[in-house]
């Protein structure tokens, strides 16, 4: 299994955060159909630990939450050598 990484996006909150993991795309649906206005979180695998292609999945985001995402509003996230409990939020703004 190749290590892979979630990247989840609590929409309510406006925080984003990487959370390293072993995961294939079938252990995880690729989305949780949520809406924006009662909050709720966003979860899908990437292909990469780190170094993905954050136009594509901002576009991914707002295709599946019938949002925009400006591709700005997603900064770095944390090396994929981090604890696994680490926690600091990162800014994902949805406009």
């Known amino acids: 299994m190749a290590e892979q990484g979630v990247f989840s996006?609590?929409?309510?909150?406006g925080w984003a955060s990487w959370v390293p993991e072993a995961?294939?795309?079938?252990?995880?649906?690729?989305?949780?159909?949520?809406?924006?206005?009662?909050?709720?979180?966003?979860?899908?695998?990437t292909p990469e630990p780190f170094g993905w292609r954050m136009e594509e999945y901002s576009q991914e985001i707002a295709r599946m939450q019938d949002v925009e995402v400006g591709l700005n509003?997603?900064?770095?996230?944390?090396?994929?050598?981090?604890?696994?409990?680490?926690?600091?939020?990162?800014?994902?703004?949805?406009?």
Do not use: N, Q
């Open 9 to 13: 996006t609590k929409i309510s909150s």
């Open 73 to 95: 509003d997603l900064l770095l996230l944390p090396p994929y050598d981090m604890p696994p409990d680490w926690t600091a939020p990162h800014r994902a703004v949805f406009r």
């Open 23 to 45: 995961i294939t795309h079938a252990d995880l649906p690729m989305a949780h159909s949520v809406d924006p206005l009662e909050g709720g979180s966003l979860i899908f695998a």
